[in-house]
């Protein structure tokens, strides 16, 4: 029996089909990388992480985290987006200071930290403290800065303004466009 033309023509393509399928679906490692690389995938992870930094066998630093996701491609990140706590230390152990933020990046080859939302940066020998929503923390060189509004609380006075620099332990510090009440030492002595 002869099949007519329209079931046999179906019948062909059909079998080239599978066949095109089935030859198709060998695995190609490298397709497969490439068709599931995500930039947006982080290539590690971490919960309560502790990071030490130390220099000469001295713990300089201990940041603490809920939560790391490290990024790979051309600028290397490591992400903190449940925030962080940095405890800075002296050479006896003694905390000098801490940053805290509830959103922070690292970029590690330029060895940057990027901290956001409600960063408040604390100096316990001097009790002042820096509240701004971005502060650049730039580990090679030491120091921390933004351009972003800031408010100094210290002991005597409350400050604000317009940008800030500081060494990363926040014990020498410079304030842009300064506003609010505060004193200036005029280096004359009251006399009656």
Avoid at 7 to 26: D, V
Avoid at 76 to 94: H, I, K, Q, R
Avoid at 138 to 155: A, G, L, S, Y
């Amino acid at each position: 029996m002869e099949l007519p033309f329209k079931t046999y023509l179906f019948k062909s393509i059909a079998t080239l089909i599978g066949a095109a399928m089935l030859f198709s679906c060998k695995p190609d490692l490298q397709t497969i990388e490439i068709i599931t690389r995500d930039e947006n995938i982080p290539i590690e992870t971490a919960q309560n992480l502790r990071i030490v930094y130390s220099s000469n066998a001295k713990i300089q630093m201990i940041m603490e985290a809920p939560e790391m996701q490290k990024f790979e491609g051309e600028k290397p990140y490591m992400e903190l987006p449940a925030g962080f706590v940095m405890t800075f230390f002296d050479s006896l152990m003694n905390e000098t200071s801490r940053i805290s933020a509830k959103y922070a990046i690292q970029y590690e080859a330029d060895q940057l930290i990027d901290a956001r939302n409600d960063v408040v940066v604390e100096n316990v020998e001097t009790r002042e403290k820096l509240n701004t929503e971005q502060l650049i923390w730039d580990r090679q060189n030491e120091i921390i800065f933004t351009e972003k509004f800031v408010k100094i609380t210290t002991p005597e006075e409350v400050l604000y303004g317009d940008g800030f620099e500081s060494d990363d332990r926040f014990t020498s510090w410079i304030i842009h466009n300064p506003r609010g009440t505060f004193y200036v030492e005029t280096g004359e002595e009251d006399q009656e």
